[in-house]
């Protein structure tokens, strides 16, 4: 295989799960198996997608198409990098020092009214997400991994 070009465009964590679970449909109306290496990737993929605290275990899904071009759409007064928002989408940021970790040189970029006005349109757009400690929510080392079937299903 040949890379026409490199690094063309950026996905988010939603976009990736959505191709990949998009994909997976594809083959499964087909009644058709994709390459065994394939499948194998796909499931792992979606399954640390899904897993705690990535934004995308969240029940129910709050991310959409729709969500990613509202987000992109308020955030675009702030002249935000295409990095910096991907980030934005992939980490959803519910505090200003969660903020201040995907942005660079906050402080001096932005002023506190700009910090807490990004951070309440990421709490519109997406809703509240509260992380779940592995342990408070039963699940230590290795019971915490899921297994192919639990991944199917979920």
């Known amino acids: 295989m040949k890379i026409i070009e490199a690094q063309s465009a950026v996905l988010s964590n939603y976009e990736v799960y959505q191709h990949l679970t998009d994909q997976r449909d594809r083959y499964k109306q087909k009644k058709h198996r994709g390459p065994p290496n394939l499948e194998t990737v796909v499931r792992e993929m979606l399954q640390y997608l899904r897993t705690a605290p990535s934004p995308l275990s969240q029940k129910p899904l709050t991310y959409t198409p729709d969500v990613v071009a509202q987000i992109i759409e308020k955030l675009s007064p702030y002249e935000l990098s295409k990095g910096e928002v991907v980030m934005i989408l992939n980490l959803r940021p519910a505090s200003i020092a969660a903020l201040n970790t995907i942005i660079e040189d906050m402080p001096e970029r932005y002023s506190d009214g700009q910090q807490e006005e990004m951070v309440d349109i990421v709490a519109d ?4 997400f509260e992380v779940i400690e592995a342990e408070e929510s039963g699940q ?3 019971d915490a991994d899921l ?3 639990d991944a199917e299903a979920s």
């Open 125 to 128: 757009i997406l809703g509240q």
């Open 140 to 142: 230590v080392g290795d």
């Open 147 to 149: 297994n192919m079937n």
